[in-house]
């Protein structure tokens, strides 16, 4: 079987630094993927890793340890609009991918 | 550029009807995916089709079925509707990043 786990939500304060973890077991493990979602709207990616290691795009930063079958988002500076769950899904094979439950963020002004 | 185009938005069906839910991509993605989301909770994955010619099962395909028409097109189908179907179903497409439509809202009564 294939699973991921998040935390179910996190409370942060506006300028702040947030992260959230993710821990997976999957079979043909290719990368890790992030994705953010408004209510009421789609998914939108924010990064993949494939190799171990820290990835940087702006604000947010994600990680992947691939011994440890571990990953996390990085949220930096935190804004009112960074409100939104957050998804991990590990790429399977290069084929499909599987989402984790999502983590609910709300930012406090 | 339009992405990922799926239609209907909206849809209200009586148990036992049938629907088709379209969806097309226009990146030349090989890879597309039907997921269902239910309130508060994450994206499942119902079915996949890493290319053209090719479908299978994800995480919940009982009561779907699919069909890869061409490169852009890939349909979701249910066949006798029931109440435990209703659900936010989103279609995507992706090489590494996900690119996702807007999503159906289903509701079987």
């Known amino acids: 079987g294939q699973s991921l786990e998040q935390p179910s939500e996190v409370t942060a304060v506006e300028g702040a630094i947030v992260q959230i973890n993710c821990t997976y077991q999957?079979?043909?493990?290719?990368?890790l993927s992030w994705y953010q979602q408004h209510d009421g709207g789609a998914p939108t990616f924010l990064s993949y890793?494939?190799?171990?290691g820290l990835e940087e795009t702006g604000r947010f930063s994600s990680f992947l340890s691939r011994s440890d079958s571990y990953g996390y988002l990085l949220l930096q500076e935190l804004q009112m609009k960074d409100s939104a769950s957050y998804f991990c899904?590990?790429?399977?094979?290069?084929?499909?991918?599987?989402f984790g439950p999502g983590t609910r963020l709300s930012v406090l002004p | 550029n339009a992405g990922v185009t799926q239609t209907p938005k909206f849809q209200v069906l009586k148990t036992g009807q049938s629907m088709t839910l379209q969806c097309a991509q226009d990146?030349?993605?090989?890879?597309m995916y039907w997921y269902r989301q239910d309130p508060g909770m994450g994206l499942r994955l119902i079915y996949y089709?890493?290319?053209?010619?090719?479908?299978d099962k994800g995480e919940v395909p009982n009561g779907y079925n699919v069909s890869r028409l061409n490169k852009r097109e890939f349909s979701l189908r249910l066949e006798s509707a029931a109440p435990s179907q209703t659900s936010v179903y989103f279609c995507?497409?992706?090489?590494?990043?996900?690119?996702f439509g807007q999503g159906t809202r289903l509701t079987v009564v």
């Open positions: 995507a497409s992706r090489n590494t990043e996900a690119f």
């Open positions: 999957t079979s043909g493990f290719y990368g």
């Open positions: 890793n494939a190799l171990d």
């Open positions: 899904a590990s790429d399977n094979y290069g084929q499909n991918f599987v």
């Open positions: 990146m030349n993605h090989n890879s």
């Open positions: 089709s890493a290319s053209e010619g090719t479908t």
